[in-house]
């Protein structure tokens, strides 16, 4: 009797899913050795929510495997318990953020904030699909303070991932057209709807939009921040039934995992689907968590990563949403030849970054930098006489081009892939193309023959 009345006072609860059993007995680590979030900067336990498979949050997101981790955040996937019994699995990301311990804790409220504006200002823009929407969001209690929790759909895996499934790791130049389109739908919609600048992409190690991937489980840590790079443009799963299989394997043979002397649990990361199974992928504009507001005429600040960082950022002369459009003119070397423009100057190639050689070679590429530029940035005097010549200007290269930094393309395709990034990478922010302009660019949608 009681138990008929509990379900008349919970009907809804007949349509809920079960949660699955905990995972089978799993193989244990050295507890010694630090893993995963262990090796991130400022990694503190008493930060990190202590999530464990098998785990329901909110009452409704059953944590069946971790995705991956950064320095702020563990992501799991998870199912979603209130998705209808009788309808295929419905499987989410939920990103747990860390308490608010450290400075870095506010960007998971910024991130909320942002995302809240981005998933709601205009629907009907063809640029709404092609950036990733927050689902849910709630917070869980720790026994150090509480914890933003972000839901969103799972993702497949970042372009720099993506570019390895083919020859050279370097993505063709009609499939990258393809996804170059999607991505600048992405940011005119974030630019012109939300106002939003991203304020950077970088490739580095595998950061998604909530954390960081590897494909052997081992974690590079590079402090890049948090802005849009090649990690945190992701594509889609092709197959949603593939996130049914590893859950379940997860469930049956799960990875090794260390057990903490107090009692923690951390777990490796379950996160390479493999070859996708269909060729150009949707993509998602990910990761929003240091976004910021362009509604001013300019904003200063360090943003982006070393070696993509627009002129403007250097020398603190004010940016705006065309830093982004730098960023993305830059990043695409990595796409199409597999290496960075700026290679002399990154960090990740052995060098040590030295903004007076990176002002060398965009001088190289684009020639003396405008007086009028050089007039607002506060840091002018750093780098320049006043004159308005570099400082050391026998750091400029005799042979650096963007003719000479193409060896994939060739023939016409070179000459029009050349003429639509020198619409991106220009001295003077103001001059810079916009999103929904370079959309209608001609090398965007001319077809070449392979050779």
Not at 62 to 69: C, E
Not at 244 to 250: F, M, V
Not at 264 to 290: C, E, H, Q, V, W
Not at 354 to 369: M, R, T, V
Request: aromatic share 10%; proline share 7%; charged share 25%.
């Amino acid at each position: 009797m009681l138990a008929s009345r509990h379900w008349m006072m919970r009907p809804l609860a007949l349509l809920r899913r079960q949660p699955w059993p905990m995972p089978a007995p799993f193989p244990s680590l050295d507890p010694s050795q630090p893993i995963e979030e262990e090796n991130t900067p400022y990694y503190d336990p008493k930060r990190f929510y202590p999530a464990h498979l098998g785990q329901v949050l909110n009452d409704r997101y059953q944590l069946v495997n971790k995705l991956g981790y950064g320095s702020s955040s563990t992501v799991w996937l998870a199912r979603d318990l209130c998705h209808c019994r009788w309808l295929t699995e419905r499987y989410v990301a939920v990103k747990i953020s860390a308490n608010r311990h450290h400075s870095r804790d506010s960007a998971a409220a910024r991130e909320l904030e942002m995302l809240r504006r981005i998933s709601t200002a205009d629907p009907s823009h063809p640029g709404w699909e092609f950036v990733r929407k927050l689902l849910d969001s709630f917070v869980v209690d720790g026994a150090f303070g509480s914890h933003v929790c972000l839901v969103f759909e799972p993702l497949r895996e970042p372009l720099w991932l993506f570019r390895r499934r083919f020859v050279d790791d370097v993505i063709p130049s009609d499939i990258l057209k393809i996804m170059l389109q999607m991505t600048l739908q992405g940011l005119d919609y974030l630019h012109s709807e939300c106002h939003v600048i991203h304020t950077g992409w970088s490739p580095a190690v595998f950061h998604s939009n909530h954390c960081l991937y590897s494909v052997e489980n081992v974690h590079n840590v590079t402090n890049h921040g948090t802005d849009l790079k090649m990690d945190n443009i992701m594509v889609m799963i092709e197959d949603p039934s593939m996130l049914d299989r590893y859950a379940r394997d997860e469930l049956d043979n799960p990875l090794p995992q260390k057990q903490c002397e107090d009692g923690r649990l951390i777990y490796l990361s379950r996160n390479n689907y493999g070859k996708p199974a269909a060729g150009t992928g949707m993509i998602r504009i990910t990761d929003f968590d240091l976004a910021v507001a362009g509604d001013s005429s300019s904003r200063m600040g360090s943003i982006q990563a070393d070696v993509y960082r627009a002129p403007e950022v250097i020398l603190e002369a004010g940016y705006t949403y065309s830093a982004d459009i730098w960023n993305l003119g830059v990043l695409l070397w990595d796409l199409l030849e597999g290496r960075p423009l700026f290679e002399a100057v990154d960090e990740l190639k052995g060098a040590k970054y030295d903004e007076k050689k990176h002002l060398a070679y965009i001088s190289a590429l684009l020639g003396p930098a405008p007086t009028d530029l050089l007039n607002r940035g506060r840091r002018t005097s750093i780098f320049y006489r006043p004159d308005g010549n570099l400082g050391n200007a026998e750091l400029i290269p005799k042979d650096f081009s963007f003719e000479n930094n193409l060896s994939r393309i060739t023939g016409e395709d070179k000459a029009m892939f050349i003429d639509f990034v020198k619409r991106m990478i220009m001295w003077r922010p103001e001059e810079r193309s916009s999103a929904k302009g370079l959309l209608t660019d001609p090398w965007l949608h001319a077809d070449f023959p392979s050779e």
